[in-house]
C-alpha cells in the first residue's frame, strides 16, 4: 500500500507539472505580438533542419514510410516552411529581407533531382523535364509553384519567373484539358481534393500577379467545387474523387481542414462556410480538443499515413491544419484550445534561439505544418 502510494503521488506530481508546463508554454498564445518570440524560435529550428542537402532532409523523414512518403513529406517541408516564412515577413517586416533568401534556397532543393525522385518513380518520367507532356504530377508541380509564388509575394527577384510562367501554364492546360476538372496526384489512384488545392492556390497567386491570368480556370473550379463536389451528408467538400470525377463518400477530418485552410487563399467566404460546418461536424473537446478524423464513427486508437496517429478520436494532422482557418479568421478561443492540445501531446522544448515540438523529431512535416498554420493572417 505505501508503494502503491508513492507511485499514485509520483504520477499526481508529474500531471501538476505538465499542467504548469502548458500553462506557461500557452502563456503568449492570441497575438502576433505576444507570440513573436516563439514564431521566431519555431522558424529558426525548422531553418537549421530543413535547409540542408537534400539527400540530408529525406534522411530526416521516416525511413518506415517508404521512398514516396519520405518524398512527399520532405516536399511539404519545404513548401510549408516556405509559406510560414512568407506569412512572418508580412507579419513583422523586418524579417522580409531574410525571409527571401531562405525561400530561395528552399526553392533550390525542392528543384533537386532527389527531391523530384519520388514523382519521377510514380509517373515514369521527370516532372520538370515533361512540362509539354499531358501526365499530371499535379502534387509536386503545384507546390513548386506555390514556393515561388510565395517568393515573390514578398519581394523576390525575377530569376524564377520563366520557371514560374511554365509551371502554371502547364498546370492549367491540363487542368482544362481534363474531362473532370481534376488531376490525380499519381496513376491508378483516386483524385486527392487537398492535393488539387495546391494547384489552384498556385494558379490564383500567380493570377494575383499576372493581370488575372489564370483566373478563369480558379473561378471555374471553385464554382464547380460549389456545386458538383459538396458531400451530401456534411456539406463539406468531399475529401476524394474517383478517376471518372464521381464523388468518394469518405470525408475525412484532415483532408477537410486542409481543405478549409487552402481556400482561405482562394475564397475566404466559402471557407467560412466550410470552416463553420468543419467545426460543428469535426470539433472534439474532452479529453482533448481537436479535430476527429471521422465524423461518423469513433476511432480510439489508429494510425493513417496522411492524418498520422489517431488517438480518442482525435487527427493528429486534422487539429494541425484547423490551426489555419483557427488563425485566418480570428477565432482565438478555438484556436488556442487547439495549441494547448498540440503543447499537451507535443511538448515543446527550446535551447538557444531555437524551439520545437518533441514530435517533430518523428515527423518535422507537421512542425512546419504547424507553423504555416500558425501564421495564416488575414
Not at 32 to 49: A, H, P, S, T
Not at 82 to 102: M, R
Request: aromatic share 10%.
Amino acid at each position: 500500500m505505501k508503494r502503491h502510494k508513492i507511485m499514485i503521488l509520483a504520477i499526481l506530481i508529474l500531471i501538476l507539472i505538465k499542467v504548469i508546463w502548458v500553462i506557461w508554454s500557452c502563456w503568449g498564445n492570441g497575438s502576433f505580438d505576444k507570440e513573436k518570440n516563439e514564431l521566431i524560435q519555431r522558424k529558426n529550428y525548422l531553418v537549421n533542419k530543413i535547409m540542408v542537402e537534400p539527400h540530408q532532409l529525406l534522411k530526416e523523414m521516416p525511413r518506415g514510410i517508404g521512398l514516396q512518403f519520405q518524398g512527399e513529406w520532405a516536399l511539404y517541408s519545404c513548401s510549408m516552411l516556405t509559406e510560414a516564412l512568407s506569412n512572418l515577413a508580412e507579419i513583422y517586416p523586418e524579417t522580409k529581407e531574410d525571409g527571401v533568401l531562405k525561400i530561395d534556397s528552399l526553392i533550390q532543393i525542392v528543384k533537386s533531382p532527389e527531391l523530384r525522385l519520388y514523382d519521377k518513380l510514380r509517373w515514369g518520367e521527370d516532372p520538370l523535364e515533361s512540362l509539354d507532356g499531358d501526365e499530371s504530377h499535379v502534387s509536386y508541380l503545384s507546390h513548386l509553384a506555390w514556393m515561388i509564388g510565395n517568393y515573390k509575394r514578398i519581394g523576390g527577384t525575377d530569376k524564377y519567373d520563366n520557371l514560374y510562367d511554365s509551371l502554371c501554364n502547364t498546370m492549367n492546360r491540363r487542368i482544362i484539358n481534363s474531362p473532370q476538372y481534376n488531376l490525380p496526384t499519381y496513376p491508378n489512384e483516386p483524385i486527392y481534393i487537398p492535393d488539387m488545392m495546391v494547384a489552384i492556390v498556385a494558379l490564383s497567386d500567380y493570377a494575383k500577379l499576372n493581370n488575372a491570368k489564370y483566373s478563369d480556370t480558379v473561378n471555374t473550379w471553385i464554382n464547380r467545387a460549389k456545386s458538383d463536389w459538396l458531400d451530401e451528408n456534411t456539406g463539406l467538400l468531399v475529401s476524394f474523387l474517383d478517376d471518372n470525377g464521381k464523388i468518394n463518400s469518405q470525408i475525412k477530418g484532415s483532408y477537410s481542414a486542409l481543405n478549409c485552410y487552402y481556400l482561405t487563399k482562394i475564397d475566404p467566404e466559402f471557407a467560412r462556410s466550410q470552416y463553420d460546418i468543419l467545426k460543428s461536424k469535426f470539433s472534439q473537446s474532452l479529453p482533448l480538443s481537436g479535430l476527429k478524423e471521422y465524423h461518423d464513427h469513433s476511432c480510439w486508437l489508429g494510425m493513417d499515413i496522411d492524418a498520422g496517429p489517431i488517438i480518442l478520436n482525435l487527427s493528429a494532422s486534422g487539429t494541425a491544419f484547423a490551426i489555419g482557418s483557427a488563425t485566418y479568421f480570428g477565432d482565438n478561443k478555438f484556436r488556442n484550445k487547439l495549441l494547448r492540445t498540440a503543447e499537451i501531446v507535443g511538448h515543446t522544448v527550446k535551447w538557444n534561439d531555437c524551439r520545437h515540438y518533441l514530435l517533430a523529431n518523428l515527423a518535422l512535416v507537421g512542425e512546419a505544418i504547424t507553423l504555416a498554420m500558425r501564421t495564416n493572417h488575414k
